[in-house]
């Protein structure tokens, strides 16, 4: 059996999801506006957790906050379940497909085999729809990939039992109400005040003091770790920003593209203007990302290039802070 | 970033012939979207990652053969694992995962254990139990 659902490829697999089941039920909304709206932004330095051996950034919010928020916000409800049963979470989702009903699913990389081995790492927080079920073989629609995939009863049952951090644990979401229409107006400007209220926290860890602190902890790597760990560290922040749900850089151009795509629903010109500024702090992402890799191509670096890059990290954290500032004021 | 500076860059998305979406801006300042097939300084931290792997699984690969580890450390980084990662998978605490990794304790494990971690990594007991040069 087939729903006839239409895969879109997003650059991010969580509002890609949201993206392509809202379009699935008629009510189509862009990628940046589910990211905006549910208030994905974020940039935050978690504490104690290692990914690859190594610290770890996060330049989104929590898995599943996107939609959660967005749903709040634009008044659908949606049903979420986590099974502790591998049979129980594969009955509830034929359960769905039976009534043609695409439903998204939290999924671990590590086992998707239709990614390329080189990005199959223990990363949990994975996103995609399953839109049919033809004998042994689930039909997948993952939003980042270009085309559609499919995976075998098996496979799809280990992706979403993957253990770890972030363990999915079955989880299956799918909307199941719709007001009449979306009030995307009111929705939007709860996205952005969130946001704003994240990136400004009084919290060392989060927002643009987060990325301080991260600053900071790469001008003391080198002497600390040495510098072949040094490189390393920095080479995964350069893949949490820009590989593993596209962070630093790309999050900010979608969040432009979100503000200028608001500016004609709000009517608000100054968000145009914002959405430029936006834009030109994505660029500083990437040149810091362009820098970072400078260091890490060669395996001896000099402490200076440390701190330039810290410095970069400074400056793009003093441009947010006035940039969220004003944002917060231009929806007053 | 401008729609004709989405990076093109060669990356190991080739061999999976699949190109990635970006956000850029058109001519016009609007946004729009546009496929790369990756950027350099990610595909030098990927590389560098992988090898790293590969570094780790060789150095637990001659530390089992040289007795100060048991086959289990060698598979978990097989797996790209780390200590709580295959903990979780095998249901078991860190500590107890990590005193497996003494060849001592590890020879006394009983057939359930052993089979806990060969379950995981998809191989036999045996397999476990002897690993290959």
Same mark, same amino acid.
């Given at each position: 059996?087939?729903?006839?659902?239409?895969?879109? @490829?997003?650059?991010? /697999?969580?509002?890609?999801?949201?993206? *392509?089941?809202?379009?699935?039920?008629?009510?189509?909304?862009?990628? &940046?506006?589910?990211?905006?709206?549910?208030?994905?932004?974020?940039?935050?330095?978690?504490?104690?957790?290692? %990914?690859?051996?190594?610290?770890?950034?996060?330049?989104?919010?929590?898995?599943?906050?996107?939609?959660?928020?967005?749903?709040?916000?634009?008044?659908?409800?949606?049903?979420?379940?986590?099974?502790?049963? &591998?049979?129980?979470?594969?009955?509830?989702? =034929?359960?769905?497909?039976?009534?043609?009903?695409?439903?998204?699913?939290? %999924?671990?990389?590590?086992?998707?085999?239709?990614?390329? =081995?080189?990005?199959?790492?223990?990363?949990?927080?994975?996103?995609? %729809?399953?839109?049919?079920?033809?004998?042994?073989?689930?039909?997948?629609?993952?939003?980042?990939?270009?085309?559609?995939?499919?995976?075998?009863?098996?496979?799809?049952?280990?992706?979403?039992?993957?253990?770890?951090?972030?363990?999915?644990?079955?989880?299956?979401?799918?909307?199941? =109400?719709?007001?009449?229409?979306?009030?995307?107006?009111?929705?939007?400007?709860?996205?952005?005040?969130?946001? /704003?209220?994240?990136?400004?926290? &009084?919290?060392?860890?989060?927002?643009?003091?987060?990325?301080?602190?991260?600053?900071?902890?790469?001008?003391?790597?080198?002497?600390?770790?040495?510098?072949?760990?040094? *490189?390393?560290?920095?080479? @995964?922040?350069?893949?949490?920003?820009?590989?593993?749900?596209?962070?630093?850089?790309?999050?900010?151009?979608?969040? !432009? !593209?979100?503000?200028?795509?608001?500016?004609?629903?709000?009517?608000?010109?100054?968000?145009?203007?914002?959405?430029?500024?936006?834009?030109?702090?994505?660029?500083?992402?990437?040149?810091?990302?362009?820098?970072?890799?400078?260091?890490?191509?060669?395996?001896?670096?000099? @402490? =200076?290039?440390?701190?330039?890059?810290?410095? @970069?990290?400074?400056?793009?954290?003093?441009?947010?802070?006035?940039?969220?500032?004003?944002?917060?004021?231009?929806?007053? | 970033?401008?729609?004709?500076?989405?990076?093109?860059?060669?990356?190991? $998305?080739?061999?999976?012939?699949?190109?990635?979406?970006?956000?850029?801006?058109?001519?016009? #300042?609007?946004?729009?979207?546009?496929?790369?097939? #990756?950027?350099?300084?990610?595909?030098?931290?990927?590389?560098?990652?992988?090898?790293?792997?590969?570094?780790?699984?060789?150095?637990?690969?001659?530390?089992?053969?040289?007795?100060?580890?048991?086959?289990?450390?060698?598979?978990?980084?097989?797996?790209?694992?780390? $200590?709580?990662?295959?903990?979780?998978?095998? #249901? $078991?605490? #860190?500590?107890?995962?990590?005193?497996?990794?003494?060849?001592?304790?590890?020879?006394?494990?009983?057939?359930?254990?052993?089979?806990?971690?060969?379950?995981?990594?998809?191989?036999?007991?045996?397999?476990?139990?002897?690993?290959?040069?």
């Amino acid at each position: 059996m087939k729903i006839d659902f239409t895969h879109k @490829q997003t650059a991010h /697999c969580e509002n890609g999801v949201v993206s *392509n089941l809202m379009t699935y039920n008629g009510f189509p909304v862009s990628e &940046p506006m589910v990211f905006g709206i549910g208030s994905g932004l974020l940039y935050c330095f978690i504490p104690i957790l290692k %990914v690859n051996h190594a610290p770890a950034i996060t330049y989104r919010v929590m898995p599943g906050q996107i939609f959660k928020k967005f749903a709040k916000r634009v008044g659908i409800k949606i049903k979420k379940e986590k099974f502790k049963n &591998p049979k129980e979470a594969k009955a509830r989702l =034929d359960e769905n497909l039976a009534k043609n009903n695409p439903v998204g699913l939290q %999924v671990g990389v590590y086992n998707l085999t239709y990614f390329p =081995d080189e990005y199959r790492f223990h990363f949990n927080a994975h996103n995609l %729809v399953v839109y049919g079920k033809e004998e042994n073989t689930y039909l997948i629609s993952d939003p980042i990939m270009e085309e559609v995939s499919s995976l075998t009863d098996k496979e799809l049952g280990k992706v979403r039992f993957a253990k770890g951090a972030f363990a999915p644990k079955g989880h299956i979401y799918y909307p199941i =109400d719709f007001p009449k229409e979306l009030d995307l107006k009111n929705a939007i400007i709860k996205g952005i005040n969130h946001t /704003c209220k994240d990136m400004l926290a &009084p919290i060392p860890i989060l927002g643009v003091r987060g990325i301080k602190f991260v600053a900071n902890l790469i001008r003391k790597w080198p002497k600390k770790h040495g510098v072949k760990k040094a *490189n390393h560290y920095l080479g @995964q922040i350069v893949r949490m920003q820009e590989e593993i749900g596209t962070g630093g850089g790309g999050f900010r151009y979608i969040f !432009a !593209a979100f503000l200028q795509e608001s500016s004609e629903i709000l009517k608000n010109d100054k968000l145009i203007d914002l959405s430029k500024e936006m834009t030109e702090i994505g660029d500083l992402w990437r040149d810091f990302a362009l820098n970072a890799s400078r260091i890490y191509k060669n395996r001896k670096a000099a @402490q =200076d290039s440390y701190e330039s890059v810290a410095a @970069q990290l400074d400056d793009i954290a003093d441009r947010e802070k006035v940039f969220f500032k004003k944002l917060k004021k231009a929806i007053k | 970033m401008k729609k004709d500076e989405v990076p093109q860059d060669r990356s190991s $998305l080739e061999t999976a012939k699949f190109k990635e979406l970006c956000y850029a801006i058109d001519k016009d #300042g609007n946004y729009t979207t546009a496929k790369s097939t #990756g950027w350099s300084p990610k595909t030098i931290a990927l590389d560098n990652a992988i090898r790293d792997i590969n570094e780790r699984v060789e150095k637990a690969k001659q530390r089992v053969f040289a007795n100060e580890t048991s086959p289990i450390e060698y598979y978990m980084e097989l797996h790209k694992m780390d $200590l709580s990662i295959l903990a979780s998978y095998v #249901g $078991l605490w #860190g500590w107890r995962v990590k005193r497996h990794f003494k060849p001592s304790v590890f020879k006394k494990l009983s057939n359930k254990i052993l089979k806990k971690y060969a379950v995981v990594f998809e191989i036999s007991v045996s397999e476990l139990q002897q690993i290959k040069d």
